[in-house]
């Protein structure tokens, strides 16, 4: 699976540098000096290879300046890449309260056991919302794909993640399965790789 960890916004400046959009958690080791990104345009197949040569910080933004790209020209052209990874060749989390976005999407969603309700299946992952609380699931109902359910990704609501078996069981407080419960974020980060499980959200 493809998963995108930085995309090209605009070119800056009149030697080739490149401002660039961070969809990565690890962006100090994506986009190191040195390192090889392969990248391709929207819409497109073939992956290029682009070489690292600097790498700085301006205004809160990321700016590159790639190997063979030494003028506007060279830059402009480059806006819109997609720099990707193949998930295949991610290194397994070491801490098991983190996952890969990609792991959790497409889990089936059940209440946990001991409940009245318990084993209910509530749906799937449809994509992890990074936002300024923190992380949220989106979850498109089992009765219903057109709606949405955001569930904080916290232990308290989330206590078993289990990528092996595609189940996540969530122990939700009344009224957050609601079709009117709460509003949806309005500005949801882009997707990052890795989702850190809270263990309260008052860890915040």
Do not use: W
């Not at 990609?102 to 089936?108: A, F, M, Q, S, Y």
């Not at 939700?172 to 959200?201: H, M, S, V």
Request: hydrophobic letters at 35%; a negative charge; aromatic letters at 4%.
């Amino acid at each position: 699976m493809e998963l995108v960890v930085g995309r090209v916004v605009k070119s800056h400046g009149i030697r080739g540098e490149v401002v660039v959009e961070v969809r990565t958690d690890e962006p100090d080791e994506r986009f190191a000096v040195g390192a090889v990104l392969r990248g391709h345009k929207p819409r497109e197949q073939k992956l290029y290879n682009y070489t690292v040569e600097a790498a700085r910080e301006h205004s809160g933004r990321l700016l590159l300046r790639l190997n063979g790209v030494t003028d506007r020209t060279g830059s402009d052209a480059l806006r819109g890449v997609l720099f990707v990874v193949d998930s295949d060749d991610l290194a397994p989390s070491d801490d098991p309260d983190e996952f890969y976005d990609h792991e959790l999407e497409g889990l089936r969603v059940r209440i946990v056991a001991g409940r009245p309700d318990g084993g209910t299946e509530i749906g799937t992952v449809r994509e992890v919302l990074h936002t300024a609380a923190g992380e949220l699931l989106s979850i498109r109902p089992a009765d219903d794909a057109s709606r949405e359910i955001l569930i904080p990704f916290v232990t308290e609501i989330v206590p078993t993640v289990s990528v092996a078996d595609g189940v996540i069981e969530i122990d939700p407080p009344g009224g957050l399965l609601d079709p009117d419960f709460g509003e949806p974020p309005t500005k949801a980060k882009k997707r990052q790789e890795t989702t850190r499980r809270r263990a309260t959200e008052e860890n915040e």
